[in-house]
C-alpha cells in the first residue's frame, strides 16, 4: 500500500461559538482521535479551517485508513459508538452542524525530509 491508495475519511464540524469549538477539539485530543486510530484508522489530524469573513468556526479531522475494507469495518463496528458518543456531548442544540466526507487519495507527495 502506498499513501496514495488509502481512503480518507473526513469529518468537517462548524461551531456557532468558539467555546464549543475549543471544547469539541480537548474532547478530540483527549481520547476521541486515539479511540479512532484504535479502531482501524492509520493516524489523525485535525484543521481549523481559515475562513476570510473571520465568523465561521469550523474544524476538520482528517483520517487515513489503509484501504476501503478497513474504513468500511470501522463505519459497520465502531462507528455508531463512537459518533453517539460525540453527539451527546456536541449535539447540533449546542450549534454544531457536521458533514462527512470519504474518498481515495489519487496524488501525494512525500515530504521534503522523506525525500532527501
Known sequence: M??????RYTVV???????????WTAW?????????IEAGAIDAEVVAIDHEDGHAIEREV???FADRASLDRYVREHAPRLRAEGLALFPPERGVR???????AVIELPSRSSRA
Do not use: N, P, W
Not at 502506498?2 to 481512503?7: E, R, W, Y
Not at 464540524?13 to 471544547?23: K, L, N, P, Y
Open 28 to 36: 478530540l485530543r483527549a481520547g476521541h482521535l486515539a479511540d479512532v
Open 2 to 7: 502506498t499513501i496514495a491508495d488509502s481512503i
Open 13 to 23: 464540524a462548524e461551531f456557532d461559538e468558539a467555546a464549543v469549538a475549543e471544547e
Open 62 to 64: 482528517r483520517y487515513r
Open 98 to 104: 457536521y458533514r462527512r466526507s470519504i474518498g481515495e
